[in-house]
């Protein structure tokens, strides 16, 4: 067994937990031109993401947010093509405050992406 660390890494850091929950709604359209099946849906995603621990870990990586993604599920026969954009309607970061000894220390700012997009393209044998 081999192991390898990069220099300057001490294997402690670790990721915080993330939990998600969705719910959404759909409606079969029925057949539509080309497509044998259209759906469009609307979903709201809530998730609470803890801060990351360990060495090198950021304060300020946990967050709880709220989204709503409103996308569409087609399909052409046997081809499967969904797509969705999540966009957020509530955000709550762990950010400490911006004070002259934060900003020193590196531990202000948040990583939250504001809009995910999402294509998925499957095909059933």
Same mark, same amino acid.
């Given at each position: 067994? %081999?192991?390898?660390?990069?220099?300057? +890494?001490?294997? *402690?850091?670790?990721?915080?937990?993330? /939990?998600?929950?969705? %719910?959404?709604? *759909?409606?079969?359209?029925? +057949?539509?031109?080309?497509?044998?099946?259209? !759906?469009?849906?609307?979903?709201?995603?809530?998730?609470?993401?803890? *801060?990351?621990?360990? *060495? %090198?870990? !950021?304060?300020?990586?946990? /967050?709880?947010?709220?989204?709503?993604?409103?996308?569409?599920?087609?399909?052409? @026969? @046997?081809? @499967?093509?969904? %797509?969705?954009?999540?966009?957020?309607?509530?955000?709550?970061?762990?950010?400490?405050? +911006?004070?002259?000894?934060?900003?020193?220390?590196?531990?202000?700012?948040?990583?939250?992406?504001?809009?995910?997009?999402?294509?998925?393209?499957?095909?059933?044998?």
């Amino acid at each position: 067994m %081999a192991i390898m660390e990069r220099e300057g +890494a001490t294997g *402690t850091y670790r990721p915080g937990n993330e /939990f998600d929950l969705g %719910a959404g709604l *759909t409606y079969a359209l029925g +057949a539509m031109g080309s497509f044998s099946n259209v !759906s469009p849906l609307v979903q709201l995603i809530a998730t609470d993401r803890h *801060t990351d621990g360990g *060495t %090198a870990s !950021s304060p300020s990586s946990g /967050f709880r947010r709220l989204m709503v993604a409103p996308g569409i599920d087609l399909r052409v @026969k @046997k081809l @499967k093509i969904y %797509a969705d954009v999540s966009l957020p309607l509530v955000v709550n970061t762990t950010v400490p405050a +911006a004070t002259p000894a934060n900003i020193a220390a590196g531990v202000v700012g948040q990583l939250v992406p504001s809009v995910i997009w999402r294509l998925q393209i499957g095909y059933d044998f």
